[in-house]
């Protein structure tokens, strides 16, 4: 996602600090039949009954025994956010089997049912308890290992699955991703205390919509009827991406719940994921736009750099785009955040190209913004790279 309101040194979405068990009991996997077309966006999704509680919602393509790939989304986003990027995957190695999840709480996804999600809902949305999700979709579908890719708070979330089960992970790209979200003061001031717990929480009090599980059920068009703006002015927007597909992304978000809100930011302000990486030994693609205004260069990417030379894993850092964020704070002039959506068939190549040789392609993708729509420019082997382990 892309916050358009902040010029601050600070992260957005993601980091957890301690990992829970994933509990997994590997089945024979008796899944539920899964719904025919469920490999686009634009057919229903498949779902699955999963051990942690929650019915997942997925896009899946490609040979059920073909290498797994699974991709995880960001905070109010869907499987929607990686729709792209996965036909641009199969598109060039059809041999993969591929699976995009709506995680817990979005999308088509169930909501956590613990009896204290309404009134504490953070303690139904820790990161621990996605990465658990990701074990047991694996379970309930006989994978045994897989590439696990992550996006912002999926990218996160992948590093979780990587540090609690790694031999149940080949490898991680982390997009967009930073190693501390804790006491954020993006996340604390421009998403949860405004609008989430300020304009959108006022406006459900005088709806009368004030109990904790009403809340929890509510949506930002229940609190705004002019939600859908709200999201696409300050949340979605992309101009580097193509407008369609965020026009797609827009309404998904705007009906996310209230308790996804709250519980997901919250958890991630208690992130820490520093000293938790020393434990990495899974191999890890890092893919970052240079126009980046959520996590920055300093101290999101060299933080993470800092953290993953202290890990025992090979790793590999990849700049996207050559302008840096203007002192405004906003994404102006080249690629950002969503580099998933902004340049899916590049990003595809460099997972492709991880998955098979251990390095991402050497070519340096950038963009600009003309009058007529943006440009893109591929540099073949001019690619920065930072490498490590």
Known sequence: MVFKQFSTWAAF????????????????????????????????????????????????????????????????????????????MHASDPTLHIFALDQRGHGASSMPTGATCPT????????PLFAADVIAFMNEKAIDKATIAGHSMGSVIAQEVALQRPERVERIILIATTNKGKDNPVLRDYVLNEPVLGSWKKALDAKGITSPEAVWNATPRDADPKADEWVAKNWTVDNFADQTFIGGITPETSVTKMGTWIGATEALLDVDNTEHLKQLVTPTLV?????????????????????????????????????????????????????QWEVPKEVAADILSFMSTGQPTMDQTSATLAADGPKYTIAAGKALLITGN
Request: proline letters at 6%; one cysteine or more.
């Open 13 to 88: 979405i993601v980091l957890l600090t301690t990992a829970a068990s994933a509990a997994d009991i590997v089945m024979p996997a008796e899944t539920p039949a899964a719904a025919a077309g469920c490999e686009s966006i634009a057919n229903p999704k498949c779902t699955i009954e999963l051990k942690t509680g929650i019915k997942m919602a997925y896009l899946e393509t490609g040979p059920k025994d073909g290498k797994t790939v699974i991709l995880l989304h960001g905070l109010t986003d869907t499987s929607r956010s990686w729709s792209t990027t996965m036909e641009a």
């Open 120 to 127: 504490t809902p953070k303690s139904c949305f820790a990161l």
């Open 287 to 339: 893919l970052w736009g240079s126009q980046d205004s959520i996590f920055y260069f300093a101290p999101d990417q060299t933080g993470m750099l800092a953290a993953l030379r202290t890990s025992k894993a090979p790793f590999v850092w990849k700049q996207y785009g050559k302008v840096a964020l203007p002192a405004s704070g906003v994404q102006d002039g080249d690629l950002g955040h969503n580099l």
